[in-house]
């Protein structure tokens, strides 16, 4: 990818975190990384847990494209936790903040997280596969597509 379409994912996914569309608010999580079932042991997501306090990431919902974005505030995050799970793209030997988010395995949402966030009941996991990411103001911003 050039820089300048990086350059557009990032002002768009920024874009759409501060003009809502018909969405969620943000909510803020205690995340942990890593596989659901296996000990957070390995690449993905292995909780979220709401809290006000202590957090380390805000999730929104957005029932148009069902979509749930996740900020990851990266100065929250151990250095080893970001490189094991954010592999980096570097295109041209140049890194520049973008990559992908590897799911090893699909991530089964709560009953509280889909009340909380209103995701409908037919919407119910983030399968596994890789997912882009935009780090941004020191946040690792992804989009998953909830199926």
Not at 128 to 133: D, E, F, Q
């Amino acid at each position: 990818m050039t820089t300048i379409i990086k350059w557009l994912i990032a002002t768009v996914l920024v874009f759409l975190g501060f003009f809502k569309r018909g969405g969620t608010d943000w909510v803020t999580y205690q995340a942990a990384l890593g596989r659901q079932g296996a000990d957070c042991a390995g690449r993905g997501v292995c909780s979220f847990v709401e809290t006000a306090d202590g957090f380390n990431a805000r999730l929104s919902f957005s029932p148009t494209d069902s979509n749930l974005t996740v900020q990851l505030l990266n100065s929250r995050f151990s250095l080893a936790e970001l490189d094991r799970q954010i592999a980096k793209d570097t295109t041209g030997g140049k890194a520049d903040g973008s990559g992908f988010f590897v799911m090893e395995s699909d991530y089964v949402l709560p009953g509280a997280m889909k009340e909380r966030l209103q995701i409908p009941p037919t919407l119910y996991r983030i399968p596994h596969g890789r997912y882009g990411t935009v780090e941004q103001n020191g946040q690792s911003i992804i989009q998953f597509k909830i199926k």
